[in-house]
């Protein structure tokens, strides 16, 4: 009995194989140079183990007549692992809540610092569901958020949801009783750049212990006007791509005019990549490669050399040949630019991470790494470097 159930069997298995060979040559699919990127991470900064991070909202009490929201991703600790944790705010860009997903922040989380992510005014955050926006206005849109009269408002805003923050986490609330208020950077992105940038003009947070700025995709304008001095070092991110898609900035070079102009006597950087769009460097989650929409895309090629036709029906070899070798550039062009996103990635982690240990944590080798392989390490980018004289701030690595 055993017997007829294999021979039974025969020709099912048989039919089984030749589905399998009429189902052709295994799809080409792009795909990172692992290698190539644990290469370029080995050789960057070392900011230590990489840790899990939770992920926390705080609002203002319900009888507060405007309310306010701050959102909070930070390392997770156990039971005696914890400890002063510095603190990054961040602005998110034009029409972005606190509550968007970004790829930097959770960077920076997994690398030890509690980041708020905090969307001062209602108004930035709704601002492409205006009906200058339903009109398809945008250039009016940005206009108005970037106007001299709202940027007040805007930055008296922040204060107040810091202020309400810190006391907070001075009366030991869960998940703020080991910030470390004292140790404070301020970031942000397009429209949070600008926020940052006047901030750092103006010194409007005196009372917090603001030791680094961080101004992704700053804002330049046409006055020729030296800024005003920060009180601590700043750090500009931008590319030659970097276009707002608001309108503000069309020229990417003028970006670099907001460094320019910086009356200084800090150690401050410009991290220019050669390649990245402004949603890219915006650290939106979405935004998968450093071209965006437009990256060439492709679609998998799975037939066989002989499934192309002459135009008649009947196979042609030579056509099946050249498409799939066509399909194999492409492949080889997403590969390289899903690669090139990776490293760049890293480069930023690794860039953003660094400036933020040396003026955060007092990290000497964060420091010197920044001012010497940091350049010749980066790919894709390049690492401009304003000497000057500041010190260290007085406060051991953790």
């Not at 009269?149 to 805003?157: E, L, N, Q, T």
């Not at 009180?231 to 898609?245: C, E, F, K, T």
């Not at 900035?249 to 769009?277: K, N, Q, W």
């Not at 090139?340 to 890293?346: C, F, G, I, P, R």
């Amino acid at each position: 009995m055993s017997i007829r159930r294999c021979f039974l069997s025969l020709p099912f298995v048989l039919a089984m194989l030749g589905l399998g060979a009429c189902a052709g040559p295994k799809p080409l699919l792009p795909n990172v140079d692992v290698g190539a990127v644990a290469r370029y991470r080995l050789a960057g900064y070392d900011a230590g183990a990489l840790r899990t991070i939770e992920r926390r909202h705080f609002s203002s009490p319900p009888s507060l007549e405007v309310g306010w929201r701050a959102d909070l991703v930070r390392p997770s600790y156990g039971a005696g692992q914890a400890g002063p944790v510095p603190v990054i705010v961040y602005v998110p860009a034009l029409g972005r809540a606190s509550a968007a997903p970004n790829r930097w922040v959770d960077a920076w989380a997994r690398r030890g610092y509690a980041v708020f992510r905090v969307q001062p005014l209602s108004g930035d955050a709704a601002a492409w569901q205006s009906p200058a926006a339903i009109d398809g206005d945008f250039d009016a849109v940005a206009r108005e958020r970037y106007a001299a009269d709202v940027m007040p408002r805007r930055i008296a805003r922040l204060r107040t949801v810091l202020q309400a923050l810190r006391a907070r986490s001075r009366l030991r609330e869960p998940d703020l009783d080991d910030l470390d208020w004292s140790h404070v950077a301020i970031a942000g992105s397009g429209l949070g750049a600008y926020t940052v940038q006047r901030i750092a003009a103006t010194g409007a947070l005196p009372s917090f212990g603001v030791r680094a700025y961080l101004a992704i995709s700053p804002y330049a304008v046409a006055a020729r006007h030296r800024s005003r001095a920060s009180g601590a070092p700043i750090l500009m991110v931008s590319s030659q791509d970097d276009v707002d898609p608001d309108g503000m900035v069309s020229d990417p070079l003028a970006r670099h005019l907001a460094f320019d102009r910086l009356r200084s006597g800090g150690e401050d950087y410009y991290l220019e990549f050669v390649s990245a769009t402004h949603r890219w460097l915006d650290g939106a989650t979405d935004e998968g490669t450093l071209q965006g929409d437009d990256a060439p895309d492709t679609a998998p090629f799975g037939g066989a050399d002989d499934a192309a036709s002459d135009g008649e029906g009947k196979p042609d070899a030579a056509a099946a040949r050249k498409e799939r070798e066509a399909h194999r550039r492409a492949v080889r062009a997403r590969s390289l630019l899903m690669t090139d996103t990776a490293l760049a990635e890293v480069s930023f982690a690794d860039v953003t991470t660094a400036f933020l240990d040396a003026n955060l944590r007092g990290r000497a080798a964060a420091r010197s790494w920044l001012a010497g392989p940091a350049p010749r390490w980066l790919q894709g980018a390049r690492l401009k470097r304003r000497d000057g004289g500041r010190s260290l701030p007085a406060r051991a690595p953790r």
